[in-house]
């Protein structure tokens, strides 16, 4: 590995740690030096394998107690730790179910479902990947703490562009804290990617809540990997119940609120700007039809 041209003033901490408890792991990111925190390492120890400055310091979460667990209290919070991977959230009964159906669609094989974790997803914010829209679209709470402090702070806040958070410097994602709305209503996931293995080209999370009548009150979709960071969208009801149909104007309809909701549409190696364009409305018709087919939660 080629050395860096410049290093930075030593510290008496570089090497790979492994802190068995959170207050030392925020211990070592207190002092800002050159850090790289690891949860599961899918996609930091590919980057430490190729010809890229090496950090000084590794900093490696997956000794800490609890991060890597799905709790509910009773006032219907479900927390989800940082550390919790893909196939945790596959396994776990106290998962919702966008995020149920989210795990059962990531590529990768096993080595990916059980080492990827949510907390290192969110982290790295690839505008192409499943768990920033999925976030946004559950109305997600970060928790996030450094040192001296805890805060929190809405997912649709917490990312801000193309692998771009508001993440502070000596600061840990520690979980993820969703609501009790999340288990009412009618969810559909649905994604569009060009291979197995690939990155997702686009992503559609709707959510559908119904009146005693049985009609649709209030549908949402949350786009993910189409922008810079997810898009939400608000379809009238009488909308979302026609356009996974056949009915032309509702789907060009439907095409149209995605089109205007999301301005600053995202291009990389699997897609470029206008095929995002093109797709989102079809990729959003198709989460609808599959929360309209589903029983409620």
């Not at 989210?102 to 479902?113: C, E, V, Y």
Request: proline share 8%.
């Amino acid at each position: 590995m080629t050395a860096p041209t410049t290093s930075p003033v030593p510290t008496a901490r570089e090497g790979y740690f492994a802190p068995p408890t959170l207050a030392a792991a925020l211990d070592l990111l207190a002092d800002g030096g050159p850090t790289r925190v690891i949860g599961g390492g899918t996609l930091v120890y590919p980057r430490l394998a190729r010809d890229v400055p090496t950090p000084r310091r590794l900093v490696d979460l997956a000794r800490i107690p609890g991060m890597d667990r799905i709790t509910s209290d009773d006032g219907g919070t479900t927390t989800i730790g940082a550390g919790v991977t893909y196939g945790g959230l596959a396994r776990s009964p106290e998962t919702p179910p966008l995020l149920r159906m989210l795990a059962g669609g990531i590529t990768g094989g096993p080595q990916i479902r059980d080492q990827g974790t949510v907390g290192g997803s969110a982290c790295h914010a690839n505008p192409s990947s499943d768990v920033p829209g999925a976030l946004v679209a559950l109305d997600a709470v970060v928790v996030l703490a450094d040192a001296a402090r805890e805060r929190r702070m809405p997912a649709r806040e917490f990312f801000r562009g193309p692998f771009a958070t508001a993440l502070a410097v000596g600061e840990l994602v520690v979980a993820f804290e969703l609501g009790d709305a999340v288990a009412s209503g009618a969810w559909g996931y649905t994604k569009l990617k060009h291979g197995g293995s690939g990155w997702p080209v686009a992503t559609a999370s709707a959510h559908l809540v119904r009146a005693g009548d049985g009609s649709i009150a209030a549908a949402r979709l949350t786009l993910g990997a189409v922008a810079a960071v997810p898009v939400e969208v608000r379809v009238p009801p009488d909308l979302a119940e026609r356009a996974p149909g056949a009915d032309v104007s509702a789907r060009a309809g439907l095409r149209d609120l995605v089109e205007a909701a999301a301005p600053d549409w995202w291009s990389d190696e699997q897609a470029d700007a206008t095929y995002r364009r093109r797709v989102a409305g079809a990729i959003a018709a198709r989460a609808l039809a599959r929360a309209l087919d589903g029983e409620p939660s």
